[in-house]
């Protein structure tokens, strides 16, 4: 069964897609979640195979219709995937489609003899990362400025280096943070609802390209604003706005992506292959957050970076906590995450510098830590009621309100990302090295911090600005 937070941003998610029905995968867990009635294939042969395969599958006993069995899109998708309807969207509830189930499993005996999947939910992919936040921001000083600090390095237009940051888009005063003076990009669409309230995940992409900036002053950041639409996107539209971001611009030295999903697989996502392919022989370097589910399930696109074909072109990246010496409650974990960076309670520019914006909070913290953990991780401390949690769909909940007036503390893979990035951007610069792929084994090989992550030690990127945050314990309940 699907954790209480899980369902929050279930409902969240759905909001902000409401022509598209959406299931959790798979069975009502917390790992994913995806289109009801639709699955991806590739375009062409294997489209038809797929067709052909779920309409026989379909006349048999399953009690299934053929009726529904067509294509849901035409064939001109640059990322050469077809999304093909298998059964009615309107069928079932949240907890799964069955439709999508047997059209799965009619396609294992080909994919078995293929050697390859050729059939794929249509997952939804999220700025959330695991569809849960590590936290939600927190009002910060407008005087602490940013944890990590600035870096003192110098910016020179010559060299700097070339980071995209794929994410929500800039808040309308980012340009108030004298950090920013060399970022350009996106705005945010709608930054508040009818009531003036700041919406959720806004200011994400603005934080994160501020994380980079204080890491490696010497770059060149642009901010697209994929995924503004409360940070979600299905996976069949996904590949396209990524090839849409580095044509825009041009492919960068690095990309700086704090989004994706799980899928109960090994082996990547159907829909970002062709984007993966291309990134593969560019030489750009795609760092990705690792995900904040604290599971070691394969999340893609981080999860590239433990396939061998992949594997000097991505940098996985997941959280530690404040201190720096051990992994983040929330975040995930195991082989195919390369190295961790500070990722807890970090500090930086969000939205309000010219007058205070307030933001309704969307989930409750715990008494207890969610995923188990002792010391006051960001499930617990600082408290707070959120609307999602007390209202659900109903509404009426009395939720606790902040207001922001520029900077904020916000927890998330989403963050230790930009950081890690920054890290080899400053690299770069540091040893006059322009290939980030290079950049990035240099940097690990030289690496000499480690932390304990799941009773594992591993490779802890630390920046010199960096302030550790003390580990607050917490008394247990009464």
Not at 366 to 390: I, K, N, V
Request: aromatic content about 8%; some cysteine; hydrophobic content about 35%.
């Amino acid at each position: 069964m699907a954790p209480q937070r899980f369902h929050e941003q279930f409902d969240q998610v759905q909001r902000s897609m409401p022509d598209v029905p959406l299931a959790m995968g798979p069975d009502d867990s917390a790992e994913f979640f995806y289109e009801k009635g639709v699955v991806l294939a590739r375009d062409g042969e294997e489209a038809r195979l797929v067709e052909d395969t779920v309409r026989t599958h379909f006349a048999g006993t399953t009690g299934l219709t053929t009726d529904h069995v067509r294509r849901a899109s035409p064939e001109t998708n640059r990322t050469g995937v077809t999304r093909i309807q298998v059964g009615d969207p309107g069928h079932g509830d949240r907890s799964g489609d069955r439709a999508v189930a047997h059209a799965l499993r009619a396609l294992r005996e080909h994919e078995g003899r293929a050697g390859r999947r050729l059939v794929s939910r249509n997952h939804v992919v999220s700025v959330a990362v695991n569809a849960c936040p590590g936290d939600e921001p927190v009002p910060a000083p407008l005087t602490q400025g940013t944890n990590p600090a600035p870096a003192g390095t110098a910016y020179d237009a010559d060299t700097a280096v070339g980071v995209l940051v794929i994410d929500t888009g800039l808040t309308h005063d980012y340009r108030a943070v004298p950090l920013l003076g060399h970022t350009q990009g996106d705005e945010q669409e709608r930054e508040t609802d009818d009531q003036g309230v700041l919406q959720q995940y806004v200011g994400h992409g603005t934080f994160i390209a501020a994380l980079v900036a204080a890491v490696a002053p010497n770059t060149d950041i642009t901010v697209r604003g994929t995924l503004s639409d409360a940070g979600a996107v299905l996976e069949s539209e996904f590949g396209h706005k990524l090839f849409e971001a580095v044509d825009e611009n041009g492919w960068p030295d690095i990309i700086s992506l704090s989004a994706g999903t799980s899928n109960g697989r090994t082996d990547g996502l159907l829909g970002v292959d062709a984007f993966m392919r291309e990134l593969r022989e560019r030489g750009t370097l795609l760092v990705a957050a690792a995900g904040n589910n604290a599971s070691a399930t394969p999340f893609w696109p981080a999860a590239y970076a433990g396939l061998p074909d992949y594997a000097d072109s991505v940098l996985s990246v997941g959280a530690l906590r404040g201190d720096g010496e051990f992994g983040a409650c929330f975040s995930n974990h195991g082989a195919w995450v390369r190295a961790y960076a500070p990722g807890e309670r970090l500090t930086s520019a969000l939205t309000g510098f010219g007058a205070p914006v307030p933001y309704v909070y969307q989930h409750s913290t715990y008494d207890a830590c969610r995923f188990g953990f002792q010391y006051a991780c960001t499930c617990q401390y600082p408290r707070h009621t959120g609307l999602l949690s007390e209202a659900g769909e109903s509404g009426g909940g009395k939720a606790d309100q902040v207001m922001f007036e520029g900077y904020a503390h916000w927890s998330g893979t989403s963050f230790a990302t930009p950081v890690a990035a920054g890290m080899v951007a400053a690299h770069m610069t540091a040893h006059k090295e322009r290939n980030p792929r290079a950049a990035r084994r240099q940097l690990l090989e030289a690496n000499t911090g480690y932390a304990e992550v799941r009773g594992a030690h591993v490779p802890a990127l630390l920046p010199p600005t960096w302030r550790p945050v003390p580990v607050l314990r917490l008394a247990p309940p009464a």
